[in-house]
């Protein structure tokens, strides 16, 4: 069953190293986001229900797996890394997909509700508790093309590359010119090897 704010706050805080305003933006939002899937129990009888798409690789993220239960190690978040703070929550049963933005408005309102408070931070804060879902968040019904092999669960034979000779998982395999690669090989490579 989903839990209070206050309760969230805490797992938050214990998972993230610290509380700040971007992990009870990234609370609300995921609160938001199964309130509008109509989901009551995401972490647990609904584990299997949802996927969610993260933008941005800051605090919000790391508070969204709290009340969602959807973990990278899980196959159930997936990071796109577009750097807005945005996400899209998924439910696979219902094929039904809601994208929410953090309104850019929701800094000055904390000003004009909390003035009295030093930093940026307590002022956000206390007014990421208060605002409505509507003020802080833009909410847009989307389709998610979701393909089986990003599924969590999805298994398939794992393939050798044949350049590097490292096993590659879930079909993220490519073929050029006959020969089975991984992306590394294939030229996206993030890194070089010394
Ligand atoms: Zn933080
Ligand atoms: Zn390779």
Not at 85 to 105: G, I, K, N, W, Y
Not at 118 to 139: E, H, I, T, V, W
Not at 144 to 167: F, Q, S, T, W
């Amino acid at each position: 069953m989903l839990k209070s704010l206050p309760e969230y706050e805490v797992l938050a805080e214990q998972a993230h190293g610290h509380l700040c305003a971007g992990q009870i933006l990234g609370l609300r939002m995921a609160l938001y986001g199964v309130k509008l899937l109509g989901l009551e129990d995401p972490a647990g009888a609904d584990r299997k229900r949802l996927v969610t798409y993260v933008e941005i690789d800051r605090c919000a993220t790391d508070a969204i797996p709290i009340v969602t239960g959807c973990r990278l190690g899980k196959r159930a978040l997936k990071f796109r890394d577009f750097g807005k703070v945005a996400a899209t929550f998924c439910d696979l049963r219902d094929q039904r997909a809601v994208r929410l933005v953090a309104r850019e408005s929701s800094k000055q309102r904390a000003r004009e509700m909390y003035p009295e408070l030093a930093s940026k931070n307590q002022q956000q804060m206390c007014a990421y508790r208060q605002l409505p879902d509507d003020d802080l968040f833009g909410a847009q019904w989307v389709r998610v093309a979701i393909g089986p092999e990003d599924l969590p669960g999805y298994k398939a034979p794992r393939v050798m590359c044949a350049e590097c000779g490292e096993g590659i998982n879930f079909k993220r395999e490519v073929t050029r010119g006959g020969r089975v690669l991984c992306r590394a090989c294939a030229g996206e490579r993030y890194y070089q090897p010394l």
